[in-house]
């Protein structure tokens, strides 16, 4: 079923078994999976059907970051049934192996379990997701490295596929009629959730204080809450629910809010010419099923990460067309290619130089963003026309994240040198360079996992610390969030939830 | 292009490796696996793009200054891991370009990551060229 608040009256009382506030990836995803359950599940959307200024203008705050990204907050976040499946472009790919370790050379590390957690939840979310390579996937048995993209033989890096979702999944569309349909689910359009109140003891969260532009104030009582707003929204909600615990929600130790990453995005950071005749300078033999496939890219192996104290990262290599080779093209590209042709296709492999001019690609770096304290979202001092206080996010990053990219390239660079494949020009080595540096509009981390209160806000099961029925369903969770699309993640990790919370009820 | 490369000539270019090691040396080094003449072609092969090569060289000279000397960049080049020149020089550079890369023995010119040994070729490449001892055009 499907309610638009701003019809109820104000003062109505909603009851239901789990109410589940945001109707994005992780929101809906948790309620398709227990609308068969038994369970009465009130799926809370602060936007509607569409888009609307009044939604939108919710979005609004202050952000502190990459100069590039004024519209962070609005880009980052969407305010309508579906959430950020509206926006989503498509793409998408589990977590490395490495993502869930703790690093000793990345503080604050380390996830509460291993990727084989994940992966019968990876398996589930794929068609949700439209993914249809995850049965591939899981029979080569890799985590680490898609290797049916036979590459060359590279001994320091892995080439990865970032799987796409075809047609794109906006779940606000594929799912509505199963959600309006169900018996047990009713979805609350309209319904921005102002604060969630605990009760005298804080062990427990009572009901959910709603309202809307209609002026309409609702509250919600369940037996369980399940914040699924995205990173950004679920530390603010819970940083805004203050009046039994004044620091918020699961707050105890200051980590709410704290710990935010988003993927940076550097484009333009090299650019590779490339000496041999045939192909492009990364494929091997065996390059495949290219249609289950948004792009690859070349990450650093587990090995080199440790050896070298590298962060996990990709490169995505495309082609400069001929407008830009000259302005964007290291200087010295004709004399590099000069010297690269005549070695390698000469001295080096005894075929003779190629005679038609090859293109010259550039590279673009996907980053991971290291868990840091400082970097931040908290609320500000404006408020919004519902009254609630306006983020202000603070993202931060270190010397290890720059360090990481020039160590990275030059190691990639090296790789295409010793195969004979081409030369690399480090544009982001040169103090000129000036191309930005982009969000990825992948909020992660503000309300992150860890068994401790101390330096978590949820535990392994996504349970908010000392609040006995409160969750989070949301990359707000990940301790860490390599450098990918974190979409796959959020909706295993909703089904994964939605598991617990059938078992928590008697109903697996 | 002609190939206006002769034995002669070769020899001449490469008579700056007698000045190391004596002109019977070079002989012995560039004739082991290889008649002069299929030496010759290969370079040649080599040669559309030596004016590319030299300029680079010439760049790497700017930033290595103490290695413009053909008499100390030759063995830097062409010699083996005990320091000898002999063999296919070809192969030998190409051993030494892949070790360079493998082992992380680098130089940026400019921005660009190439082996030690390709800047020291290139750079042998650009004194020759400013000695006359390689033409180009041809």
């Known amino acids: 079923m499907l309610v638009d608040c701003r019809q109820l009256e104000s003062?109505?009382?909603?009851?239901?078994?789990?109410?589940?506030?945001?109707?994005?990836?992780?929101?809906?995803?948790?309620?398709?999976?227990?609308?068969?359950?038994?369970?009465?599940?009130?799926?809370?959307?602060?936007?509607?059907?569409?888009?609307?200024?009044?939604?939108?203008?919710?979005?609004?705050?202050?952000?502190?970051?990459?100069h590039r990204n004024k519209s962070y907050l609005q880009t980052s976040r969407s305010r309508v049934f579906g959430g950020t499946s509206d926006i989503w472009t498509g793409t998408c790919r589990p977590l490395d192996e490495i993502d869930y370790e703790a690093r000793d050379w990345v503080p604050d590390s380390g996830w509460p379990f291993g990727p084989e957690e994940l992966i019968p939840y990876y398996q589930r979310a794929a068609p949700l997701l439209k993914i249809r390579t995850f049965k591939t996937y899981r029979r080569e048995g890799a985590l680490v490295g898609y290797n049916r993209l036979a590459g060359p033989d590279f001994t320091r890096f892995v080439p990865k596929a970032l799987f796409r979702s075809h047609p794109v999944a906006r779940f606000g569309v594929l799912?509505?009629?199963?959600?309006?349909?169900?018996?047990?689910?009713?979805?609350?359009?309209?319904?921005?959730?102002?604060?969630?109140l605990a009760y005298p003891d804080g062990a427990g969260i009572e009901e959910a204080v709603v309202s809307n532009f209609a002026g309409r104030e609702l509250r919600f009582k369940a037996q369980e809450f399940v914040v699924a707003a995205g990173a950004l929204d679920c530390a603010r909600l819970l940083l805004a629910s203050n009046q039994v615990q004044k620091a918020g929600l699961a707050n105890d130790f200051d980590v709410l809010g704290r710990y935010y990453m988003d993927h940076t995005r550097l484009p333009r950071t090299a650019q590779l010419v490339p000496t041999q005749e045939k192909r492009r300078p990364w494929e091997g033999t065996g390059a495949d099923a290219v249609r289950y496939y948004s792009?690859?890219?070349?990450?650093?192996?587990?090995?080199?990460?440790?050896?070298?104290?590298?962060?996990?990262?990709?490169?995505?290599?495309?082609?400069?067309?001929?407008?830009?080779?000259?302005?964007?093209?290291?200087?010295?590209?004709?004399?590099?290619?000069?010297?690269?042709?005549?070695?390698?296709?000469?001295?080096?492999?005894?075929?003779?130089?190629?005679?038609?001019?090859?293109?010259?690609?550039?590279?673009?770096?996907?980053?991971?963003?290291?868990?840091?304290?400082?970097?931040?979202?908290?609320?500000?001092?404006?408020?919004?026309?519902?009254?609630?206080?306006?983020?202000?996010?603070?993202?931060?990053?270190?010397?290890?994240m720059?360090?990481?990219?020039?160590?990275?390239?030059?190691?990639?660079?090296?790789?295409?040198?010793?195969?004979?494949?081409?030369?690399?020009?480090?544009?982001?080595?040169?103090?000129?360079?000036?191309?930005?540096?982009?969000?990825?509009?992948?909020?992660?981390?503000?309300?992150?996992?860890?068994?401790?209160?101390?330096?978590?806000?949820?535990?392994?099961?996504?349970?908010?610390?000392?609040?006995?029925?409160?969750?989070?369903?949301?990359?707000?969770?990940?301790?860490?969030?390599?450098?990918?699309?974190?979409?796959?993640?959020?909706?295993?990790?909703?089904?994964?939830?939605?598991?617990?919370?059938?078992?928590?009820?008697?109903?697996? | 292009m002609s190939n206006t490369w002769t034995r002669r000539k070769m020899l001449a270019s490469l008579g700056l490796v007698s000045a190391v090691g004596g002109a019977g040396l070079t002989l012995r080094y560039f004739t082991h696996e290889r008649d002069y003449?299929?030496?010759?072609?290969?370079?040649?092969?080599?040669?559309?793009?030596?004016?590319?090569?030299s300029a680079l060289g010439r760049r790497y000279l700017e930033q290595a200054p103490g290695e413009s000397d053909p008499e100390l960049l030759i063995p830097l080049t062409f010699a083996d891991e005990d320091g000898n020149l002999r063999g296919n020089p070809w192969?030998?550079?190409?051993?030494?370009?892949?070790?360079?890369?493998?082992?992380?023995?680098?130089?940026?010119?400019?921005?660009?990551?190439?082996?030690?040994?390709?800047?020291?070729?290139?750079?042998l490449v650009a004194l020759m060229m400013e000695r006359g001892e390689l033409q180009w055009p041809r």
């Open chain 1, 402 to 508: 720059d360090e990481s990219v020039g160590r990275t390239l030059e190691l990639l660079a090296m790789e295409f040198g010793r195969l004979a494949r081409g030369r690399m020009h480090l544009s982001v080595a040169d103090p000129l360079y000036t191309a930005p540096c982009y969000l990825g509009a992948h909020p992660m981390g503000t309300t992150r996992m860890h068994p401790s209160p101390k330096k978590g806000v949820v535990d392994a099961d996504c349970k908010a610390h000392g609040v006995n029925n409160l969750f989070v369903a949301s990359s707000s969770v990940f301790p860490t969030g390599g450098f990918v699309n974190p979409t796959y993640t959020i909706v295993a990790l909703a089904l994964r939830l939605a598991d617990f919370l059938k078992r928590k009820h008697g109903l697996a």
């Open chain 2, 91 to 123: 192969k030998q550079l190409d051993k030494t370009i892949r070790l360079d890369y493998s082992t992380g023995n680098i130089f940026r010119v400019d921005g660009w990551v190439l082996s030690r040994t390709e800047c020291r070729f290139s750079g």
């Open chain 1, 295 to 400: 792009y690859y890219v070349f990450s650093p192996n587990r090995e080199a990460q440790r050896s070298l104290k590298m962060l996990n990262c990709g490169v995505r290599l495309s082609e400069l067309d001929r407008e830009e080779i000259a302005a964007k093209a290291g200087g010295l590209s004709q004399e590099v290619g000069g010297l690269a042709r005549g070695l390698d296709q000469t001295v080096l492999s005894g075929s003779r130089p190629a005679r038609r001019s090859k293109p010259i690609y550039s590279a673009k770096l996907y980053n991971e963003h290291v868990p840091l304290h400082h970097s931040r979202v908290r609320l500000g001092s404006e408020r919004d026309p519902l009254g609630q206080q306006r983020l202000v996010v603070e993202w931060r990053s270190n010397e290890q």
């Open chain 1, 175 to 196: 799912y509505r009629d199963d959600l309006e349909s169900s018996e047990r689910v009713t979805v609350y359009l309209h319904a921005n959730v102002l604060e969630l």
């Open chain 1, 11 to 66: 003062g109505t009382v909603v009851r239901a078994d789990v109410c589940v506030i945001g109707a994005g990836f992780a929101g809906v995803s948790l309620a398709l999976a227990l609308k068969d359950s038994g369970l009465r599940v009130a799926l809370l959307e602060s936007g509607g059907l569409e888009t609307d200024e009044n939604a939108s203008g919710l979005l609004d705050g202050t952000f502190d970051g990459p």
């Open chain 2, 37 to 53: 003449e299929e030496w010759v072609v290969e370079v040649d092969e080599v040669l559309p793009h030596v004016k590319d090569i």
